[in-house]
Structures are given as structure tokens and as C-alpha cells.
């Protein structure tokens, strides 16, 4: 397994829960490690994205201000920090790794190894 998600559990709205991805030393071709999430019912959709190589960040708009993704490059580990949660964040989360361009960043298609996904449920 290249990519392990761990992280996830049941909190209030309002509350925090932070996610890891572990990922393989070296991790295989990728220059960006993602996070995803699919709600039920809905389709999978980008969340957060952090580049390899100087850090920086890219968020949905739905969770701008909210989420943080960092990384710790000596854990070989992306983490997404989640506060302010709301009910509408329920999901499985996903990371996943991308060798695409900075311009695709939110294209599920250009990731091309992913975790096994942790369930994130908020509830009112």
C-alpha cells in the first residue's frame, strides 16, 4: 500500500478532526498529494492539494478558510487539518497522488494512486 488515509470519526458541528496520509517514501512519480471526499449519493470531488516540492496549497472554495493541508516531508505524511466542521463535510476523505500539472490539480483523472479512504461524519 502506498497510500494509507487515517484520521477520521464522528464529531459535532464546529468541531476539528485532523487527517493523515502516509505515503511511500519517495512515492513513486507524483509531484502533489490530494485530499478527496464522496459524500453518499454524490460524486467524488477535490477538496485540498498540496505540491511535493515547495508547499503550495490549493483548496476548494467550500472549504477555503476552514481546512488546511500540510505536509511533513521526514513522516512522509500530508495531513488535513479539518475545523469549523459542518454536516455538509460528512464524507469518506481520499488522498491520492498526481505527477499533473499544477492546472489539474482538481481533476480526480490525473491521480493516479490512491488511498483506501476514512469516513468523516459530522453531525448537527
Known amino acids: 500500500v502506498q497510500l494509507q488515509a487515517s484520521g477520521g470519526g464522528l464529531v459535532q458541528a464546529g468541531g476539528s478532526l485532523r487527517l493523515s496520509c502516509a505515503h511511500s517514501?519517495?512515492?513513486?512519480?507524483?509531484?502533489?498529494i490530494g485530499w478527496f471526499r464522496q459524500a453518499p449519493r454524490k460524486e467524488r470531488e477535490f477538496v485540498a492539494t498540496i505540491r511535493r516540492s515547495g508547499g503550495s496549497t490549493y483548496y476548494a472554495d467550500s472549504v477555503k478558510g476552514r481546512f488546511t493541508i500540510s505536509k511533513d516531508a521526514a513522516k512522509n505524511t500530508v495531513y488535513l487539518q479539518m475545523n469549523s466542521l459542518e454536516p455538509d463535510d460528512t464524507a469518506v476523505y481520499y488522498c491520492a497522488a498526481t505527477a499533473g500539472p499544477t492546472s489539474t490539480y482538481r481533476d480526480l483523472s490525473m491521480y493516479h494512486t490512491w488511498g483506501q479512504g476514512t469516513q468523516v461524519t459530522v453531525s448537527s
Open positions: 517514501r519517495g512515492t513513486f512519480n507524483s509531484n502533489s
